[in-house]
């Protein structure tokens, strides 16, 4: 995609985060079902661990397709960044986790999923937060 022409909405949501395949031509964003990464030598992979490279490690870190997902997102809403989770549980645990400090109280509506209410109420202030559920 041309980075100095503005895009609307239905092209990012197909596109962005992705540049064709030059050696097979596909558009489609390819799906890596793999949950370990190669590395080329040792110091190749201690520059990965240690972030002086980017790259794959482990398919829980960081997978091409969910990189793809990633830049997409954010494309859409306008972001930076994204983060593609396992769950709306994770995505709500790390909104969370992001927003407050350990001892800090949160509150929320009851109109979350039972398991989200059971973070809510359950970890520990001395963990991260101390929840408070309230309304009908």
């Given at each position: ?87 709306g549980t994770s995505a709500i645990f790390y909104s969370i986790i992001n927003c407050t400090e350990a001892g800090e109280e949160i509150i929320s509506a009851r109109n979350l999923l039972w398991r989200d ?20």
């Open positions: 995609m041309n980075p100095n022409h503005r895009h609307g909405f239905n092209t990012l949501a197909l596109h962005a985060g992705q540049e064709p395949d030059l050696v097979t031509y596909a558009r489609a964003v390819p799906v890596y079902r793999t949950s370990s990464y190669l590395f080329r030598d040792a110091k190749h992979a201690a520059d990965l661990f240690g972030l002086k490279e980017l790259g794959n490690i482990y398919t829980r870190i960081m997978n091409p397709t969910t990189d793809v997902l990633e830049k997409r997102m954010a494309a859409l809403e306008g972001g930076i960044a994204g983060l593609g989770v396992a769950s209410i059971h973070h809510v109420q359950r970890y520990p202030a001395s963990i991260w937060y101390c929840g408070t559920i309230c309304g009908s």
